[in-house]
């Protein structure tokens, strides 16, 4: 089988965005698995970042996740939340990706999520007993990860400016927005009386 991503392609930034963007039910057939062993985990977030970058261009909340077998280091779900394009209030990073993955043994992964989880999405995290979670933001918001490590998931902290910056840059812009992915739209009209 000839691949278009090879053990021997360099890990650019094109490359990274190439792969969020890519099926990921078709990245078997497209790369190489040699070449996911040359990912860093800073590599993998910034395909959680780009497909943060990817909702935030369609007009939705700018939050990507990548789920990752930690064996072989093999991309197995990935998504971006849809709150606004789906119109699903609970259609979030994690979740998209989570179900992107489909029925998996999650305790034998690693989900990358470009911002800290909300309730929801840590709820669902140790629920589904992943291995070990990846956050790329903590500067715009935090808090679950050490109620995710008190139900024994691994968490680390690996901030990535890009994904820092869009954030901030997406709640100045649409705060009412914000809130409602995180706690709904009674939130918000509690909030504007």
């Known amino acids: 089988m000839r691949y278009f991503i090879t053990q021997d392609t360099p890990v650019?930034?094109?490359?990274?965005?190439?792969?969020?963007?890519?099926?990921?039910?078709?990245?078997h057939v497209i790369i190489e698995d040699k070449f996911f062993f040359k990912m860093s985990d800073r590599n993998i977030m910034r395909i959680a970042v780009s497909l943060a970058q990817?909702?935030?261009?369609e007009g939705g909340c700018p939050i990507g996740a990548v789920i990752i077998d930690n064996s072989t280091r093999r991309i197995i779900g990935k998504g971006h939340n849809t709150l606004v394009?789906?119109?699903?209030?609970?259609n979030h990073g994690e979740t998209s990706a989570i179900r992107d993955a489909g029925r998996q043994d999650f305790?034998?992964?690693?989900?990358?999520?470009?911002?800290?989880?909300?309730?929801?999405?840590?709820?669902?995290?140790?629920?589904?007993?992943?291995?070990?979670v990846v956050v790329g933001d903590i500067t715009n918001a935090s808090g679950n990860e050490e109620a995710l490590r008190e139900k024994g998931v691994?968490?680390?902290i690996i901030e990535d400016p890009m994904g820092i910056e869009l954030y901030a840059k997406y709640r100045a812009e649409k705060p009412e927005l914000d809130l409602e992915d995180w706690k709904g739209l009674a939130a918000v009209r509690k909030n504007l009386e």
């Open 85 to 90: 394009q789906d119109n699903d209030p609970y």
């Open 154 to 156: 691994k968490v680390d």
């Open 12 to 27: 650019t930034e094109d490359v990274l965005t190439v792969i969020a963007y890519l099926p990921t039910k078709s990245l």
């Open 54 to 57: 990817k909702s935030y261009n």
């Open 107 to 132: 305790s034998k992964t690693t989900i990358f999520t470009s911002l800290s989880p909300c309730d929801i999405c840590a709820a669902l995290i140790y629920m589904r007993q992943f291995d070990r």
